[in-house]
């Protein structure tokens, strides 16, 4: 599933992947590779035991680990067909938002006609039954609520978030949990292997202690360490700052296109809220059931809905 999709993509699109996907392994394998030489080179370090070490180096690898497979689920796997989201539409038909920019506006609820349940899910779509606004100018396919077309991947997608190069992908309903844990798993990299770098250079600046440590390891790392400082500060600062406002994006339920048209309410009239709460926004994108809470650190996708207080069932997010 998640290959066919990237195959699908134009020859452009996936030469981009490529190439993005070898510079953030070489990248993650240089901070990576020094933290390993430096854990196996520190003479006074706690971790001078083989169990500690150990215990160290598989806490660095393992995530490590989980930073690559988050970001290969986020650039292989489809962010979001907007079919997927007719398939329950009978199971959750109404919708709570409020239309920002109306004066005292109340939330209403929008539910999509029941013709639109019967489109194909490949091919040209009938949409003479649909508002304007609902039907994509590009693609000629029904837009569900939440959803744009990107002009990169000339395709829809749902609840779209942003296209994000990096990935070379967009982050969509299917992707949007893989693309914030590999952040999550970025930072925690990056503070595990600072942790590492600093306490190093703090036992080798040492009085007579780097008689301690072989001459090819001082050279390797007068190089290594440098290139790896600037690799995890400028990581840090960039990718803890982009977590932290992909957090305060799920705490208000909204993606990145929605707080640009929020934020400039001159252009955008009548703006979806789906704010329903931080506790239910939260529970919307991770997921309510039980499993959800076993699966909240891999990149597995959350369920699809989750109630509200009052029984009314919502899109997923």
């Not at 329950?88 to 004066?103: C, H, M, N, V």
Request: aromatic content about 8%.
């Amino acid at each position: 599933m998640i290959m066919s999709d990237f195959c699908e993509r134009p020859e452009a699109m996936q030469g981009e992947s490529i190439c993005f996907a070898v510079l953030v392994i070489g990248l993650v394998l240089v901070v990576g590779g020094t933290a390993t030489l430096c854990l196996s080179s520190d003479p006074v370090a706690p971790w001078q035991s083989a169990v500690a070490s150990r215990r160290w180096l598989a806490a660095v690898w393992g995530v490590i680990g989980m930073q690559f497979l988050c970001y290969f689920v986020t650039m292989l796997s489809h962010p979001g067909r907007v079919n997927e989201w007719e398939k329950d539409k009978e199971e959750r038909p109404t919708q709570s938002l409020t239309l920002a920019g109306a004066p005292g506006a109340a939330p209403v609820l929008s539910a999509l006609p029941a013709a639109a349940a019967a489109a194909a899910s490949s091919g040209v779509q009938d949409t003479s039954h649909l508002p304007h606004d609902q039907v994509c100018k590009h693609c000629k396919v029904h837009k569900p609520p939440r959803a744009h077309h990107c002009s990169i991947c000339e395709r829809c997608v749902s609840r779209m978030d942003h296209h994000c190069g990096w990935v070379s992908n967009c982050i969509g309903m299917n992707n949007h949990k893989a693309f914030v844990l590999f952040l999550f798993y970025t930072v925690s990299a990056c503070v595990l292997c600072g942790i590492v770098l600093v306490r190093f250079l703090a036992h080798l600046s040492k009085p007579k202690m780097h008689r301690l440590v072989s001459k090819r390891v001082v050279v390797a790392c007068s190089f290594l360490v440098p290139v790896s400082s600037i690799i995890i500060l400028v990581s840090t600062v960039f990718v803890g700052g982009l977590f932290g406002w992909n957090l305060y994006l799920i705490a208000v339920n909204q993606t990145t296109i929605e707080n640009m048209k929020l934020s400039n309410p001159g252009k955008y009239k009548n703006v979806p809220v789906y704010d329903v709460g931080v506790q239910e926004n939260v529970r919307q994108f991770c997921g309510a059931s039980w499993l959800d809470c076993f699966t909240l650190l891999l990149p597995i996708r959350s369920s699809r809905r989750g109630s509200s207080s009052t029984g009314r069932v919502y899109s997923p997010v």
